[in-house]
């Protein structure tokens, strides 16, 4: 029966961390997947969470969520995107559900586009998450590109964005990283976002968001949610996809949300079940564990503050090491601009080098990170800062 069938590549990101794991290095480093680490380098789970583990314990019972999943934890999802007074939510605009997950959300969402606008096609930034080819490519919608970074500068090609966002057909669907862009951590400023915004407000574009990092670009989810905001402002309708992996640490608790913001509350039923009937024959309904801690966390004062607090924590530590890695690549004598490093934001330093210099990372020093030079600033810490930074220097001067 499966004689034909060759072994997949391997995930370009999860490889990484297959590949580490099998590493017998003392020494090996792991800045390959987007998991936050304490920094002696180990998985951090936030004592918000385990607080609301306490008061869940023994209260819950294990019956199946709506298709929809936690309406609670829809709720309180969409307040963190929206706004905690946001009059859409209020008139009930919001088609939401929750979603495995920012990719299960992305996933529901190239489904839905493809179901209800089998014409359309999805424009993608260059870089973007690889898994966002996977997603849209597995839901049949065609992808087109537009310009985002700029390799020589390690910053925003806006003029080129902008004049993409023109060239687009009226109508087209872009995906937008909502703040700390991966993998490049390099975001609009909040003027660039403005223009953006209406750029695609005059073609008629539809903005999908994925907001992955809530809280990570600034140590502060609201102030994250700034674009998102702007094109609210502006009047558009946006979809939106929302995870708890990072910045509540509920990596493998899979728990997120898709939004669709709609004209009016009867277009948002409606597209609530056509979301609720995508689901079912893939999965059915979500699962209830993570969604209990999240609506949990968020609906106590006491823990909701703590939370903030944690993710605060997190973004600081990591931009922490921004300035480390920096200082001892100067200190090392460097030749290369490392500026970039402390200029990026989030999760991941987008750092230049190449897949051959990422090569030798791994098979001479045991550093692990993906082959566009990518580095998970979450996986540097106090101890292992110099020996990245040394051997950075290393694969980058000749
Ligand atoms: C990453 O980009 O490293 C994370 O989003 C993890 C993943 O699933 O790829």
Same mark, same amino acid.
């Given at each position: 029966?499966?004689?034909?069938?060759?072994?997949?590549?391997?995930?370009?990101?999860?490889?990484?961390?297959?590949?580490?794991?099998?590493?017998?290095? *003392?020494?090996?480093?792991?800045?390959?997947?987007?998991?936050?680490?304490?920094?002696?380098?180990?998985? #951090?789970?936030?004592?918000?969470?385990?607080?609301?583990?306490?008061?869940?314990?023994?209260?819950?019972?294990?019956?199946?969520?709506?298709?929809?999943? &936690?309406?609670?934890? #829809?709720?309180?999802?969409?307040?963190?995107?929206?706004?905690?007074?946001?009059?859409?939510?209020?008139?009930?605009?919001?088609?939401?559900?929750?979603?495995?997950?920012?990719?299960?959300?992305?996933?529901?969402?190239?489904?839905?586009?493809?179901?209800?606008?089998?014409?359309?096609?999805?424009?993608?930034?260059? $870089?973007?998450? &690889?898994?966002?080819?996977?997603?849209?490519?597995?839901?049949?919608?065609?992808?087109?590109?537009?310009?985002?970074?700029?390799?020589?500068?390690?910053?925003?090609?806006?003029?080129?964005?902008?004049?993409?966002?023109?060239?687009?057909?009226?109508?087209?669907?872009?995906?937008?990283?909502?703040?700390?862009?991966? +993998?490049?951590?390099?975001? *609009?400023?909040?003027?660039?976002?403005?223009?953006?915004?209406?750029?695609?407000?005059?073609?008629?574009?539809? $903005?999908?968001?994925?907001?992955?990092?809530?809280?990570?670009?600034?140590?502060? +989810?609201?102030?994250?949610?700034?674009?998102?905001?702007?094109?609210?402002?502006?009047?558009?309708?946006?979809?939106?996809?929302?995870?708890?992996?990072?910045?509540?640490?509920?990596?493998?608790?899979?728990?997120?949300?898709?939004?669709?913001?709609?004209?009016?509350?009867?277009?948002?039923?409606?597209?609530?079940?056509?979301?609720?009937?995508?689901?079912? $024959?893939?999965?059915?309904? *979500?699962?209830?564990?993570?969604?209990?801690?999240?609506?949990?966390?968020?609906?106590? +004062?006491?823990?909701?503050?703590?939370?903030?607090?944690?993710?605060?924590?997190?973004?600081?530590?990591?931009?922490?090491?921004?300035?480390?890695?920096?200082?001892?690549?100067?200190?090392?004598?460097?030749?290369?601009?490392?500026?970039?490093?402390?200029?990026?934001?989030?999760?991941?330093?987008?750092?230049?080098?190449?897949?051959?210099?990422?090569?030798?990372?791994?098979?001479?020093?045991?550093?692990?990170?993906?082959?566009?030079?990518?580095?998970?600033?979450?996986?540097?810490?106090?101890?292992?800062?110099?020996?990245?930074?040394?051997?950075?220097?290393? #694969?980058?001067?000749?």
């Amino acid at each position: 029966w499966w004689s034909h069938v060759e072994p997949a590549p391997k995930d370009p990101i999860l490889g990484v961390t297959e590949a580490f794991l099998a590493d017998t290095s *003392p020494e090996k480093v792991n800045v390959g997947v987007g998991a936050y680490r304490d920094d002696n380098g180990k998985p #951090v789970v936030l004592e918000c969470v385990r607080e609301a583990e306490r008061r869940i314990a023994g209260n819950q019972n294990m019956e199946y969520l709506p298709m929809g999943g &936690s309406v609670k934890m #829809v709720d309180e999802t969409l307040k963190l995107a929206y706004g905690e007074n946001s009059d859409l939510i209020k008139e009930k605009r919001i088609a939401a559900v929750q979603a495995l997950s920012g990719t299960g959300a992305c996933r529901l969402f190239a489904d839905f586009q493809k179901r209800f606008r089998p014409e359309s096609q999805i424009y993608i930034p260059v $870089p973007t998450w &690889s898994n966002h080819h996977n997603i849209w490519r597995d839901a049949q919608v065609p992808q087109r590109t537009f310009h985002y970074y700029h390799p020589e500068t390690k910053g925003l090609d806006f003029a080129s964005l902008i004049d993409d966002v023109k060239n687009a057909p009226n109508g087209s669907f872009f995906l937008l990283h909502a703040c700390a862009h991966n +993998p490049t951590g390099v975001d *609009p400023t909040e003027e660039q976002w403005k223009e953006i915004s209406y750029q695609m407000k005059v073609k008629g574009h539809f $903005p999908f968001f994925d907001m992955a990092y809530q809280g990570f670009a600034s140590g502060d +989810p609201e102030r994250d949610a700034k674009s998102i905001r702007i094109f609210l402002e502006d009047g558009h309708l946006i979809g939106c996809a929302q995870s708890y992996a990072k910045n509540m640490g509920l990596y493998g608790q899979r728990v997120g949300c898709l939004s669709v913001l709609c004209d009016d509350e009867k277009q948002a039923v409606a597209v609530k079940s056509q979301l609720q009937q995508i689901a079912r $024959p893939m999965y059915s309904n *979500p699962p209830v564990h993570g969604a209990l801690m999240v609506s949990t966390i968020l609906s106590s +004062p006491d823990l909701k503050e703590l939370w903030l607090k944690e993710v605060k924590v997190m973004a600081d530590r990591i931009i922490g090491m921004r300035t480390a890695l920096k200082e001892n690549l100067e200190k090392l004598g460097s030749p290369l601009s490392w500026e970039h490093i402390t200029e990026q934001i989030g999760m991941f330093c987008y750092s230049g080098m190449t897949p051959e210099q990422v090569d030798r990372l791994r098979s001479e020093y045991h550093i692990y990170m993906t082959r566009n030079g990518r580095i998970s600033m979450a996986g540097v810490t106090t101890g292992n800062v110099g020996y990245l930074a040394n051997a950075i220097n290393e #694969v980058t001067k000749s």
